[in-house]
């Protein structure tokens, strides 16, 4: 079956960095597009980054741009987001997501807490 499992989530304060990981198994993972998003509490699920399957067009929300990354492994079946630059607005659960057939498909999340 489709199993997305995010990591990297953690604790850490205004202006630094995160580097999260989505790892993939049970479907090719490299010719899907692959996705991030993220929902904070008492908030609508959030767009923040879409990157295509050979990695080569990307997509960010606007919140995101310049300071948000979002790369892939094919060989390692895995998807990341650098996050740099964290403000305390960025805290959220952070969600990769893929979609098969009209299908989507939903990792647990990680926990990200942006504050000093």
């Known amino acids: 079956q489709v199993q997305l499992v995010e990591s990297g989530g953690g604790l850490v304060q205004p202006g630094g960095s995160l580097r999260l990981s989505c790892a993939a198994s049970?479907?090719?993972?490299?010719?899907?597009?692959m996705s991030w998003y993220r929902q904070a509490p008492g908030k609508e699920r959030e767009f923040v980054a879409r990157?295509?399957?050979?990695?080569?067009?990307?997509n960010y929300a606007d919140s995101m741009k310049g300071r948000f990354s979002i790369s892939r492994d094919n060989a390692k079946n895995t998807v990341y987001l650098q996050m740099n630059s964290l403000k305390p607005e960025d805290t959220a659960v952070y969600y990769c997501?893929?979609?098969?057939?009209?299908?989507?498909?939903w990792g647990q999340g990680t926990q990200v807490t942006v504050s000093s």
């Open positions: 049970g479907f090719p993972f490299s010719i899907y597009a």
């Open positions: 997501k893929t979609q098969i057939w009209g299908i989507d498909y």
């Open positions: 990157i295509s399957s050979t990695g080569g067009p990307t």
